[in-house]
């Protein structure tokens, strides 16, 4: 009797399920986008706010309590007179000071202060808070006949501006000003900082006083003063002109 094969049918596989479908793999991907988009977010530049230059801006009142602080240090080592104002100027230049008077500078040092009253003149060191050189003036015996001496005349001053002002050429249309005026003017340049008012520092402790006084009539709203700011770098000239918005130039 001829026997019936029978095949053996193929076991039935369930659908697969596609991998992105499957839950667990999904909320990674999703948690992975998030962090990725947040991390962008946080570290792109805002190209729509612009960003500012922090310019720092010198006070005058600053350095008049500047002036005042180095005054009343001294007055603890010297009687000094409460109702009379010294002049007060910072040592830029030892070796210029020191070659005009070799023995008051002796001991003196770069940035030491010198404070200047009508009967007295030291040298005061602030990162020693001592005085380094004190001379007194005896004023001159009106009995006697005063003799005539030949004085030096005074030397033409070099002068450097910068400009506090922030407004283009303003350093270059004073320096043409002075120039005009028979002064030197060997640089210009900016500031350090932005004045409000326009400032004439005597860097050699009041050996260019005629230059100064002349610098102060071209410049009625200019200051007059011997600290050079914290905020400006050091100079080899014997005046600095710092322009303030004070002045239209």
Same mark, same amino acid.
Do not use: C
């Given at each position: ?5 029978v095949?053996?049918?193929a076991?039935?596989q369930?659908?697969?399920?596609p ?6 793999i ?6 992975a986008m998030a962090?990725a ?11 729509? &706010?612009p960003q ?7 006070k ?13 240090k001294v ?13 007060? &100027?910072t040592i830029?230049n ?8 070799p ?12 404070l200047?009253w009508?009967?007295?003149?030291v040298?005061y060191?602030?990162t ?9 003036s ?6 006697q ?6 004085s030096?005349p ?6 450097e501006?910068?400009?506090g002002?922030?407004?283009a050429?303003?350093?270059s249309?004073?320096r ?24 004439i520092i005597?860097?050699t402790?009041?050996?260019? &006083?005629?230059?100064i ?23 080899t000239?014997?005046?600095?002109i ?8």
């Amino acid at each position: 009797m001829p026997v019936k094969r029978v095949s053996a049918k193929a076991p039935v596989q369930a659908p697969r399920t596609p991998f992105f479908t499957q839950p667990l793999i999904l909320l990674i991907l999703v948690v992975a986008m998030a962090a990725a988009a947040l991390y962008l977010l946080l570290t792109q530049p805002n190209k729509a &706010a612009p960003q500012r230059q922090a310019v720092p801006v010198a006070k005058t009142e600053d350095m008049q309590q500047e002036v005042e602080s180095i005054v009343t240090k001294v007055s603890r080592h010297l009687l000094v007179n409460p109702n009379e104002a010294p002049y007060v &100027a910072t040592i830029t230049n030892i070796d210029l000071v020191r070659q005009n008077n070799p023995v008051f500078y002796k001991d003196a040092e770069q940035g030491d202060k010198v404070l200047i009253w009508s009967d007295k003149a030291v040298v005061y060191s602030p990162t020693k808070d001592k005085l380094v050189a004190v001379m007194t003036s005896i004023p001159p015996d009106l009995s006697q006949q005063p003799t005539s001496t030949p004085s030096e005349p005074e030397k033409q001053a070099n002068i450097e501006i910068r400009n506090g002002s922030r407004v283009a050429g303003a350093a270059s249309r004073l320096r043409t000003t002075l120039r005009e005026s028979g002064m030197t003017v060997i640089s210009i340049g900016d500031a350090g900082a932005v004045y409000e008012e326009t400032l004439i520092i005597d860097l050699t402790g009041g050996a260019v &006083a005629n230059a100064i006084t002349a610098l102060a009539e071209a410049i009625p709203e200019a200051q007059a003063t011997s600290v050079l700011p914290d905020t400006e770098r050091a100079t080899t000239a014997d005046i600095l002109i710092l322009i303030g918005r004070d002045v239209s130039l």
